[in-house]
């Protein structure tokens, strides 16, 4: 079931996707010497800043793109028990994913 919600929020993680990715590309391929070092990256992450805007770029990402992998299950998938399954699955590993990404980013103060 896909409701009006799910079609706005869609729109709105791939408008913040498109900002997101042009931002995080450049950090990570020209910004000065190394970017990618560990020193670097920790360095990055300790700022209350990076760590909000890696958040906000995560639930993002996981939003669009297992909602829009939802939207295709729900149109080639019939049986209901297979469905039920592979919606578990889907907010499993979304709570997974999320909770690795917020307790890496969140470690370094
Ligand atoms: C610049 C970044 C992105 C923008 C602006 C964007 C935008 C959109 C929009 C507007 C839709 C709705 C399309 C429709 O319902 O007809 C959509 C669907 C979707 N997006 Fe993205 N997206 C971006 C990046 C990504 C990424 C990185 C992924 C993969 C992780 C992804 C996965 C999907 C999936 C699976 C769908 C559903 C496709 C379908 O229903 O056929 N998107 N995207
Ligand atoms: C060659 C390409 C890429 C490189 C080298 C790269 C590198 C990195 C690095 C080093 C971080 C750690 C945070 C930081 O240093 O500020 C990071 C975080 C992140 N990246 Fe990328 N990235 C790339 C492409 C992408 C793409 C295409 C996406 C999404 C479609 C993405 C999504 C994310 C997200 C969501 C985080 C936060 C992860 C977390 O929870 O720890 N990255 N990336």
Do not use: C
């Not at 929020?9 to 010497?33: D, N, W």
């Amino acid at each position: 079931m896909r409701g009006a919600l799910q079609w706005f929020l869609q729109r709105l993680t791939g408008v913040l996707l498109f900002a997101g990715l042009i931002v995080h590309f450049y950090v990570m391929h020209y910004s000065g010497a190394d970017p990618l070092a560990y020193e670097s990256v920790i360095k990055r992450i300790s700022s209350p800043y990076w760590k909000a805007f890696d958040i906000v770029f995560l639930v993002s990402i996981l939003y669009h793109g297992l909602n829009g992998l939802w939207g295709i299950v729900i149109e080639y998938i019939h049986s209901a028990r297979l469905l039920k399954l592979v919606r578990t699955s889907i907010i499993i590993l979304a709570f997974i994913v999320l909770f690795t990404g917020v307790y890496i980013i969140q470690t370094p103060s």
